[in-house]
């Protein structure tokens, strides 16, 4: 199964280029689609979910022409938007059983059982009789992954999923996604660079509508050994040292220094001291090159 891109362009009515001659092809397992807000995420998501159409260029997936055939995508596809909205005064049971009904299946014997797995894999089984309306932020999301799970689709979509979500909520939708990821294609759209490194066995930088870097985590990780580095510095050092070197990013140790990161192929001077990259290091460094 692939999801293959080619030369894709998406340019709204008030002049924004969302998506600029986009190419991307993506197989099974998790993948990540790393960038800031605004940076096209979204448009692709809506695009490649047959949500909107693009200016140009053409989507195809498992032998299915998206474009052109849209229906026959909607089937093998789950998609979890950024804003996910529920039936309040159902219970999630009653609710999936709603929703496993519109996706057609109508043996009350097989929605049934759809409707009990999709719970246990979720970890929503013990709270199905809940309300979604009383479901905290993490369970909606988990609850909105369980819904695009019942026709059991080949590509899995979920924009943003994490944003707004405390650490154990979050955690835990991370398990439910790497559990599902197994088997599935999954699309997992983030600004957050953790959820990447944690979860995606391959990934790509977006910004303004185009593909800056795509690789796995650990190879694109590695390919910057022994090109960052770091020192400490005082605060009010911090516009001085941004016009000499090239600081991609830096961050406050307890006693107000700053810890700065530095992207050289040299070492800058003396005073740096060679650093282990991380995936975060190489989001920065692909952002700041596309500046």
């Known amino acids: 199964m692939k999801l293959k891109i080619n030369n894709l362009n998406k340019t709204y009515g008030n002049g924004v280029k969302a998506l600029d001659n986009l190419n991307l092809e993506i197989g ?37 022409n998206v474009l052109e055939n849209q229906m026959d995508l909607r089937k093998v596809l789950g998609y979890l938007p950024q804003e996910f909205g ?19 299946i109508s043996s009350k014997k097989d929605r049934s059982a759809i409707v009990k797995q999709v719970l246990e ?4 089984y013990d709270v199905r009789m809940k309300n979604v309306n009383g479901y905290s932020g993490g369970m909606k999301q988990r609850f909105g992954i369980a819904q695009l799970l019942l ?17 154990a909520e979050r955690h835990r939708f991370l398990n439910v ?44 990780t590695d390919a910057l050994v022994g090109q960052i580095w770091t020192k400490i510095i005082e605060r009010d050092l911090l516009e001085q040292n ?17 810890n700065v990161r530095v992207y050289s192929k040299e070492q800058p001077n003396e005073s740096f001291v060679l650093a282990q990259p991380q995936l975060e290091d190489v989001y920065f460094v692909a952002l700041k090159n596309d500046q």
């Open 177 to 220: 996604l790497r559990e599902i990821g197994t088997n599935h294609t999954v699309i997992f759209s983030t600004h957050i660079v953790d959820d990447v490194k944690e979860l995606c066995n391959e990934m790509a930088i977006l910004n303004g509508g185009k593909i800056l870097n795509q690789s796995t985590p650990k190879a694109a």
């Open 242 to 258: 941004e016009k000499e070197f090239n600081i991609i990013s830096s961050n406050y140790n307890q006693d107000n220094t700053l």
């Open 151 to 167: 026709n059991n689709p080949k590509l899995i979509i979920v924009d943003e999923p994490t944003a707004g979500l405390d650490p």
């Open 28 to 64: 099974s397992g998790m993948f990540g689609l790393l960038g800031p807000n605004g940076a096209g995420k979204s448009s692709l998501m809506r695009t490649i979910a047959t949500l909107q159409k693009p200016d140009s260029g053409s989507i195809e997936f498992d032998g299915i």
């Open 86 to 104: 529920v039936y309040p005064n159902m219970s999630a049971e009653n609710l999936l059983d709603y929703f496993a009904r519109l996706k057609g």
């Open 121 to 124: 894999v979720t970890n929503l």
